[in-house]
């Protein structure tokens, strides 16, 4: 008798723990954050790390009674290293959104995993027009290399640039820019004289700056993804491309805010089209810059404003849903409009891209710091990518 009444009472304080253990982990929202923390990629990953950090620390960490919890993993850029630590997060730790892509391998080989176990994917870095085709749990809260490279060549044909040369790493988005770029630049009368592609891992883009010198176009544009910037505009330099005449523009990859105050003399006057400067004059900017700053000691750049929106439409849309995620998180994130420190943004619902202002810049000297300095808009882009 007395045994048994043991053996209930264990069977009930059993069964309340186990109780009280499913209200806990139904009470924890868990964001699988995959970046690449060491490796070629590594700048990118430890900015948008920061910024998911800090958007946490301005935001607290309970949203619609469910508290976040963030697990933070380093796939070295590795595709295959994302899809197993995407494997793990999704089976093991159970996550209920995957979040962060620093390159457009790692958002492909992630894809398919999203779409099985229905879980939202928020990139925040990799660009290539065709990443949110693959999977209907994509959101991108990034660009798309036909998003930021079409105005740019509008802006050439508009400024006596009629011959160019092209320069991209041979991947993904390099291949959208080179191909948008050049689009556009056609269409308004301009031509491209040579499409050159460079390796995307360890490249040296000497060769490639010696056959431009000989071309001597009047621009060389250029796309290298995020990290790579700092070594082409030394090689531009060796090379006395810029006091050769030719114009040096791209991307805003190229003149990354990580990199960019680093560079030197030789980024002066190189103008970029991007969704992101720094140096953008807003008060929701400058007030993102100084707290980034202030808890990093280092200048957040495009990426890190992925990540703070990625958080942000993450935040938003378990608001929306009252602390649903799957299918219905989707549906809530990608309705999301909002003012980011980059300007005013929304979700295009059709496409789950990131609808936005494109800025052209261009690098000047400020407050004794080299900054992409703003002096035109677009606004409201869509990823002409997806045009039908
Ligand atoms: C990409 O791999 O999609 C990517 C990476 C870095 C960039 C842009 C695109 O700056």
């Known amino acids: 008798m007395k045994k048994r009444s043991f053996l209930g009472a264990s069977a009930l304080a059993l069964v309340a ?58 796939d070295t850029s590795i595709p295959d290293v994302t899809k197993r630590l995407a494997q793990e997060l999704v089976v093991q730790d159970k996550v209920d959104v995957l979040a962060g892509m620093g390159i457009t391998p790692s958002a492909f080989a992630t894809a398919p995993i999203a779409t099985q ?69 056609t269409a308004a009368g301009g031509t491209v004289v040579e499409s050159m592609r460079a390796p995307m891992r360890n490249p040296d883009f000497a060769p490639f700056l010696q056959k431009v010198r ?93 990540g703070y929106d990625g958080m942000h439409v993450i935040y938003e849309g378990l608001k929306a849903t009252k602390g649903q995620g799957g299918e219905a998180l989707v549906n809530a994130m990608k309705n999301l409009k909002w003012e980011s420190p980059r300007g005013p943004v929304s979700l295009d619902p059709e496409t789950r891209d990131i609808v936005q202002n494109i800025y052209l810049s261009k690098v000047e000297r400020k407050d004794g710091e080299l900054y992409n300095v703003e002096f035109d808009v677009i606004k409201d882009v869509k990823d002409p990518g997806k045009a039908k």
Do not use: C
């Open 17 to 74: 723990a186990l109780g009280s253990t499913a209200v806990l982990a139904q009470d924890v929202f868990k964001v699988g954050l995959i970046v690449p923390m060491t490796g070629q990629q590594a700048t990118t990953g430890k900015q948008i790390e920061a910024a998911v950090k800090l958007y946490m620390a301005q935001n607290g960490d309970t949203v619609a009674g469910k508290k976040i919890q963030l697990i933070v993993k380093d």
């Open 117 to 185: 176990s229905k879980t939202p994917l928020v990139v925040m870095a990799a660009a290539t027009s065709s990443i949110t085709l693959s999977s209907p749990f994509i959101v991108r809260t990034s660009m798309t290399l036909p998003q930021t490279s079409s105005p740019l060549a509008d802006w050439a044909a508009k400024n006596g640039i009629k011959k160019v040369v092209t320069l991209v790493s041979d991947y993904g988005p390099g291949i959208d820019a080179e191909k948008f770029f050049t689009a556009r630049l």
């Open 214 to 306: 000989d071309l001597k176009p009047d621009a060389l544009f250029v796309f290298v993804p995020s990290g790579a910037g700092a070594a082409v505009m030394k090689q531009f330099q060796e090379r006395g491309m810029d006091k050769a005449g030719i114009k040096l523009i791209g991307t805003g990859d190229l003149t990354d805010d990580d990199q960019l105050n680093g560079m030197g003399d030789v980024a002066l006057g190189v103008v970029t089209s991007m969704q992101y400067s720094a140096y953008h004059p807003s008060a929701k900017n400058k007030a993102f810059v100084a707290a980034f700053k202030k808890a990093n000691g280092f200048r957040p750049n495009f990426f890190a404003v992925g």
